[in-house]
């Protein structure tokens, strides 16, 4: 593929219509979603080394997820900050946490390499899925790290080759050609689980 004809602003435009698009069909499939995912979450968060009164920054949560599992732990004195690119997405976050009397969650519509928090403001960040669909993965980590406080921990969960994971790879290919949208550049990030502390 030919990089110059890559647009990231109208990829990430797609890439927002999309989510926008499918947020009802997973509000439909949330519990079987989270069922498969909780391994996943768990994972995360043990990674992340949540504790009560942190901090924590969710990137691209989606319909709110690790941050609903993460809120409890981080307890009233604790709080969570939810990004998403998806205005809907974000919509049933908020249902979900209203259900669950969850108060010490921030949602907020940002697009993750957008965002711009304070130096040392969080305790731990977390993302479940979201890395891979940023076409600019190093500018954002290096962006995130100046948000970290001391000592505090990065965990995120990346797919791998769409080939390799045909449950999601055939939904994604039939998004991307409902919406003509271009091929992402192609990702390093192609471990199942990956960490960097710092």
């Not at 927002?16 to 519990?31: C, I, L, P, Y």
């Not at 697009?111 to 130096?119: F, L, M």
């Amino acid at each position: 593929m030919n990089t110059n004809s890559f647009d990231p602003n109208k990829f990430k435009d797609g890439q927002r219509q999309q989510w926008n698009s499918v947020a009802a069909g997973w509000k439909k499939w949330w519990e079987t979603l989270e069922r498969m995912a909780k391994d996943v979450t768990v994972k995360i968060i043990e990674m992340a080394d949540i504790q009560p009164d942190q901090n924590v920054l969710d990137i691209a949560t989606g319909i709110g997820e690790p941050a609903l599992t993460v809120a409890p732990l981080v307890g009233e004195k604790g709080k969570v900050v939810a990004t998403d690119v998806s205005s809907e997405m974000l919509s049933i976050a908020r249902g979900r946490a209203k259900e669950l009397g969850v108060t010490n969650i921030d949602f907020q519509e940002l697009d993750a390499e957008q965002i711009n928090y304070p130096e040392a403001e969080f305790d731990s960040i977390v993302c479940r899925w979201g890395l891979m669909f940023l076409p600019d993965v190093d500018g954002t980590l290096n962006s995130l790290h100046r948000m970290l406080s001391t000592d505090s921990k990065f965990a995120t969960a990346v797919w791998d080759e769409p080939e390799k994971i045909p449950f999601f790879s055939f939904a994604v290919h039939t998004l991307k050609n409902m919406f003509d949208l271009p091929q992402p550049p192609r990702m390093r990030l192609q471990c199942p689980v990956w960490q960097t502390e710092y």
